[in-house]
C-alpha cells in the first residue's frame, strides 16, 4: 500500500504540474485521492458501472454540483493519463463520444438518474437535417455556398431542424404555422423577426424546387417595435474623439505598459475616415 500511495502522489505531482495551476492545486489532489482511494489500486478497471457507483457514493455526502465538479477534474486527469499511456481509456470521454456530448456535467447527471442508459441516449443530438425540410435547408446551404457566399449562419437553420424533429406532425403543418410557432418561443422581438426572415429563406428555396409556398408576412407591430428598440448610431464630434484618445493615452497600466498604446490604436483605427493611417490625423 505504501507504495502505491507514492505511485499515486507521483502521478498527481506530475499531473498538477503539467495543468500548470497554482491556486487549485490542493482541489485537484483532494478530488483525485478521494477518487483513487474510492476506486482502488487498478486504474486500468474502470467502466462505466464504477464511475456510476463512485458517482453516488460522492452524492451521499457533497450537492450535485459538487460532484459535477469533482468529476470534471478527475477527466481532465484520465484524459492526462490515457496522453501519458498509464491507462487505456478514459471512460467519461468514451461516453462523451459514443453520445456525441461534450458536456461532462450531462453524462454526470444521466449517470446518476434512475435510468441511465435512457438518460444518456437522450444526450445524443438529433440527426443534422432530419426533418421533413432538412434536405431543402441544407441543398440551400450548399447552393449559396457554390455561388461563392460564406453563408457561416448555417447555426440558425439548425436549431429549426432540430425544432421540426421535435414538433410532432411538423410534415402535414404549413411552413407558416411552423414558422411562427417557432418564432413565438423566443421572447425578443429581433429574434422573432430574424426566425420569420428565416421562413422566407426556406420558402425560396421551397419555390425553387418546384413546391409552391407563400411568404411569411411578419407582423407589421413587430416590425415597428424591432425598429424602435433598435440602437441608433450616435456621430461624435471631432473634440469628443479628441477627448477619448487622450484618455486612452493617459490609461492607467502600471501592470500593464501597453494598455494605453493599444486602446489609442484601437480607438484611431476605428474612427479614421476611409480607413486613414493614423498619420494622416492630428490629435495634438
Known sequence: MPAQADKIDDLLDRFVKAQHVRTKASSYRCALRRFHKALGADLNGLSQIVLRKWLRSQLRDVPIHWV???????????????????????????????????????????????????????????????????????????????????????????????????RKGGAGEALSTLIREYAAVVPAPALKLRRLHLGNIVARALNRNGVPTPSIVPDRLLVRDVARKRCRPFIYRHEQIELLLKTAQNYPGRRQPLRPATLFTMLVWHTAPDCASPRSLAWN
Open 68 to 166: 459535477i465538479h469533482q468529476a470534471q477534474l478527475v477527466t481532465r486527469f484520465l484524459d492526462w493519463l490515457v496522453g501519458q499511456k498509464i491507462i487505456a481509456v478514459n471512460p467519461f470521454a468514451e461516453l462523451r463520444e459514443k453520445y456525441e456530448c461534450g458536456s461532462t456535467a450531462g453524462i454526470v447527471r444521466a449517470l446518476l438518474s434512475a435510468k441511465p442508459a435512457k438518460a444518456l441516449e437522450a444526450l445524443r443530438p438529433p440527426p443534422r437535417y432530419g426533418s421533413h425540410l432538412g434536405p431543402v435547408m441544407h441543398d440551400h446551404i450548399l447552393r449559396m455556398r457554390s455561388l461563392g457566399f460564406r453563408y457561416g449562419h448555417e447555426s440558425e437553420f439548425l436549431r429549426f431542424d432540430r425544432f421540426l424533429q421535435a
